[in-house]
């Protein structure tokens, strides 16, 4: 899976969001180097066995790349939903 070049609405959110990744898939039980998160996807495809390899995946399927994906995308919002929950109760606490 090549990096896609994503583009964040708010300019300078890349390396906070790349931080946030590292958080959560720490959290989520995957040994995530901070200074390279998307490497745990290499980590994630292998308990998932889906063959990812770092040098060129054309012969994956749209169904497995998504698996890698959304396992990590799906840590990483039910985390977003969690804090903004929190910070909702907060709120009404005070």
Known sequence: MSRRNRKYAVPGAERGMQVFKAEVMKREGYDVDPDHPDD???EVAKELGVPLKPD???ELTTESAGQIGGKIGGSMVREM???AQ???ADREGH
Request: aromatic letters at 8%; glycine letters at 16%.
């Open 86 to 88: 929190q910070q909702m």
């Open 56 to 58: 060129g995946n054309g």
């Open 81 to 83: 939903i969690r804090l």
């Open 40 to 42: 745990v996807k290499y």
